[in-house]
């Protein structure tokens, strides 16, 4: 019997742990539990690895531009925010793995696809002028996969957070040149060093506050 582990938030990774074995399992084993609609899955995982912190504190770099941008901050300000602790979202520098999810334009339909665009059948995943009509479901998926991936990252003892602090205008993301497609999410991985304790100032609102049973 599998065993479960609590997620938890964390404020540091420890890079010096090999997970990469483990890792690579649980992006194989996300891929094959996902579903996706017309099995399009029409989204990227750009990963960023143990040898590449240049990119990881470019990423970095992008997510604190960005809260500077959003909260109307000068440079001195931004230091000045956090002169005594990095935001939570510095974890992108010490992870072991960083994915950077973006849509994905679909060129290579399977065969059922093919035969489904013979007969007539409009796939927005494959026209560039429509992607912005599926992003919500390209943003869904992403999601689904990014959970799953979780799932089983736990089951091997390796912790993951998210980030949603950036801008999926591309003109933000030149410096990462390879993402060249809208960003829907970025998850860390790797295995937690410093863990974020609970604060009971900050709890997630209570189930009744988003849960409608309609009668």
């Known amino acids: 019997m599998k065993k479960f582990i609590d997620r938890r938030h964390l404020d540091a990774y420890d890079n010096n742990v090999d997970i990469k074995k483990d890792f690579f399992t649980s992006l194989e084993e996300a891929w094959k539990v996902t579903p996706s ?14 040898d590449a912190q240049e990119y990881k504190d470019k990423l970095y770099a992008i997510c604190l531009r960005n ?3 959003v909260d109307t901050l000068s440079d001195e300000q931004l230091i000045e925010r956090y002169i005594h602790r990095p935001p939570s979202y510095h974890s992108i520098t010490n992870c072991s793995y960083a994915l950077i999810i973006t849509q994905r334009l679909i060129t290579n339909p399977n065969v059922r696809q ?3 665009l013979y007969k007539g059948h409009v796939a927005e995943q494959m026209d560039p002028k429509k992607q912005d009509a599926i992003n919500s479901l390209a ?6 996969f990014c959970n799953a991936l979780q799932y089983y990252l736990l089951q091997k003892d390796i912790d993951s957070c998210y980030t949603g602090c950036f801008r999926n205008n591309l003109d933000t993301w030149k410096t990462l040149s390879f993402v060249n497609e809208n960003p829907i999410m970025i998850m860390t991985i790797g295995k937690g060093k410093i863990f974020v304790p609970r604060d009971p100032e900050n709890d997630r609102p209570d189930l009744d506050e988003i849960i409608n049973i309609v009668k």
Do not use: D, T, V, W
Request: positive net charge; charged residues 25%; aromatic residues 12%.
């Open 37 to 50: 609609k017309q099995n399009f899955m029409p989204y990227k995982i750009h990963i960023i690895g143990p």
């Open 114 to 116: 093919q035969k489904r």
């Open 67 to 69: 809260e500077g941008k």
């Open 139 to 144: 943003s869904f998926e992403a999601g689904l």
